[in-house]
């Protein structure tokens, strides 16, 4: 099956420790992006790719880094310098070209305690 | 990318048609009107998009009005599963490649 796979679900990490997450998708699209959502609210934009090798800040990019090594993969790093890590993380996929139709995957809910 | 406006709740009775409006008065030429959804703890789901004409697929219809200020997601027959928070997101497709604004969308909720 095509899709956009998250791993894990939910994520327990201590203050002050990086923690990666993971989005693999398998639609063969150029672009990617991750979301951040806090609770009753919208989604917001953290980093975005085009292209691999090459990715942009979003909205709210402080405290997160990412990579773009691989066409089917774009990993997210929540670092120690990101004052509010818990959240609900969104990983989205969509054809570089056209009308940009984003597909998520199912997320990861981080808590730092 | 233009602001949207939605009410932030609505309720709809299961079998009955579902109707969500979303203002755009500043939208421009070229941008779109997307509408997603999400069910709680789950990602967004795509529904439908569309630039000037009316559309429709086998989740929803979505009616845009002539000058474009605003917009309506219709669900023919809305079932409990549908009960979701519903996104309207305008987007310039193909220049900004998917950049959406997601706002704090319209919670639908279907009762029996």
């Known amino acids: 099956d095509g899709g956009i796979t998250q791993s894990p679900k939910y994520l327990f990490r201590k203050e002050g420790q990086n923690v990666t997450l993971s989005c693999e998708q398998n639609?063969?699209?150029?672009?990617m992006y991750w979301y951040r959502q806090d609770p009753g609210q919208g989604l917001r934009l953290i980093y975005y790719?085009?292209?691999?090798?090459?990715?942009q800040k979003g909205d709210i990019a402080e405290g997160y880094s990412v990579s773009r090594e691989k066409k089917e993969s774009f990993p997210l790093t929540v670092t120690s310098a990101q004052k509010n890590p818990t959240a609900f993380y969104l990983c989205?996929?969509?054809?570089?070209?056209?009308?940009?139709?984003?597909?998520f995957g199912p997320g990861t809910r981080l808590t730092v305690l | 990318d233009a602001k949207t406006t939605q009410p932030p709740s609505m309720d709809c009775a299961e079998g009955r048609a579902a109707n969500l409006p979303c203002n755009h008065s500043?939208?421009?030429?070229?941008?779109?009107v997307y509408w997603y959804r999400q069910i709680h703890s789950q990602g967004p789901q795509y529904i439908i998009h569309?630039?000037?004409n009316n559309e429709t697929n086998e989740m929803a219809s979505l009616i845009i009005t002539e000058d474009r200020k605003s917009s309506t997601l219709i669900l023919p027959h809305a079932t409990l599963r549908d009960t979701a928070v519903y996104y309207c997101?305008?987007?310039?497709?193909?220049?900004?490649?998917?950049?959406?604004?997601f706002g704090q969308g319209t919670i639908l909720t279907v009762h029996p």
């Open positions: 989205a996929s969509s054809t570089r070209t056209g009308t940009d139709t984003q597909y």
């Open positions: 639609l063969n699209h150029d672009a």
């Open positions: 569309g630039l000037k």
């Open positions: 500043t939208i421009s030429g070229n941008e779109y």
């Open positions: 790719s085009q292209i691999v090798n090459d990715f």
């Open positions: 997101i305008v987007s310039r497709s193909g220049t900004s490649y998917g950049k959406l604004t």
